[in-house]
């Protein structure tokens, strides 16, 4: 496994043939990151991760100055999973002065995570466009924990023509249930402990939406789909939502978390799932911690 910056990347780059595939992370390394790795070698011949704490996608409250760097265990991980090249750039190196001219996510970026952290997915696009560029993939995975970041390279690709697949891979959990992250590590036990509310809230909804679809077939609205609806028609996709918020409430009332979003929003548009809507959708959720800002989700279909 080889390790460098620019300069060695476009050397080792020139030198290779067949396909490639890109994992980009910003280094502090889990089982869950080894997973998008693994997958990126079984669709190409030749694996590059990059290992890069863009300054660019954090606020300026934020941990950009905090955020773990263990690269002597990054290395050793990306070894475990057979990466071929870490491709670890200085920052002045990927920011030589600060840029001018970056990508802007439009409207789909400045939305939930992107209402949260204005900016933060122009910051995202603009260093993975970099990275496309200096990389030049066929194949780039990510993880589908931060679905919203998903939808938006998605888009790029499309909209800026770049010829590579991406493929995402489902979110990796823990034993008890919390999403993989990088910003776990910021986590005292009890504030885990009170994260667990956050898949606790998914896990209510995707039963809703099980015992909805049961009830109907594949149709948006259920009777008794959420306690306490009386047998009343209800609209399943507001009845999911609110069961995600009927956990996450009392919490947030006991103080244990504060709620930064819960929405049912459509997959393609991240635009909130209108009532009766029928298709593929996703229930964004968000919440601080103990200080630590927390992202998960769960796919549905109407």
Known sequence: MEVGGIQALRRWRAEQSGRVGLVPTMGALHSGHQALMTRARSESDLVVASIFVNPLQFGADEDFVQYPRPIEEDLKKCEEAGVDFVFAPALAEMYPSAPEVRVVAGRMGAVFEGAARPGHFDGVLTVVAKLFTLIDPDVTVFGLKDIQQYVLVKRMIADLNFDIELIGLPVVRDADGLAMSSRNTYLAAD??????????????????????????????????????????????????????????????ERGEL???????????????????FTGSALLLVSATVGGTHLIDNLPLEF
């Open 191 to 252: 504030d885990r402990a009170r994260a667990l509310a956050i898949p606790r809230a998914l896990n209510a909804a995707a039963e809703v939406a099980e015992r909805g679809r049961g009830a109907t077939g594949s149709g948006a609205s259920v009777a008794g789909a959420a306690a306490g609806s009386g047998g009343a028609g209800v609209d399943l996709p507001a009845a999911v939502e609110a069961a995600a918020l009927a956990e996450l409430e009392p919490a947030a």
């Open 258 to 276: 504060e709620i930064v979003y819960c929405s049912l929003v459509e997959a393609a548009t991240l635009r909130p799932c209108p009532p009766g």
